[in-house]
Nanobody
Framework: QVQIVESGGGLVHPGGSLNLSCVASGMGSDDIIYSMAWYRQPPGKQREWVAR???????SSADSVKGRFTISRDSARKTVHLQMDNLKPEDTAVYYC???????????????WGQGTQVTVSS
């Protein structure tokens, strides 16, 4: 059973940094991770996309975080990181990890989500 677990959230002052991690486990030996991505849901708002990295190491990120957030992955450990620098109060949100997986026999894309980790940026 596929499990997605995020970690690294917390309380930080404006201008500070945090590094979020997401680990995917429970996959079969023939499963293929197609992409890993971060989303966030600010209080009272809808979930929004933050950044994504593919199995070819192609990265993309939302305009609101460009130049401040960096997504990277460790394919061997099935882990994706989100380095967040120069954090602002508007970055406060629950951050979720999404994994797109190709699984046999069809190898269609299946999507898995973690439970989220809270990031609070406040003075």
């Amino acid at each position: 059973q596929v499990q997605i677990v995020e970690s690294g959230g917390g309380l930080v002052h404006p201008g500070g940094s945090l590094n979020l991690s997401c680990v995917a486990s429970g996959m079969g030996s023939d499963d293929i991770i197609y992409s890993m991505a971060w989303y966030r849901q600010p209080p009272g708002k809808q979930r929004e996309w933050v950044a994504r990295i593919t199995n070819s190491d192609l990265t993309s990120s939302a305009d609101s975080v460009k130049g401040r957030f960096t997504i990277s992955r460790d394919s061997a450990r099935k882990t994706v990181h989100l380095q967040m620098d120069n954090l602002k109060p508007e970055d406060t949100a629950v951050y979720y990890c999404k994994v797109e997986l190709r699984e046999p026999p069809t190898y269609f894309l299946n999507t898995y989500w973690g439970q989220g980790t809270q990031v609070t940026v406040s003075s």
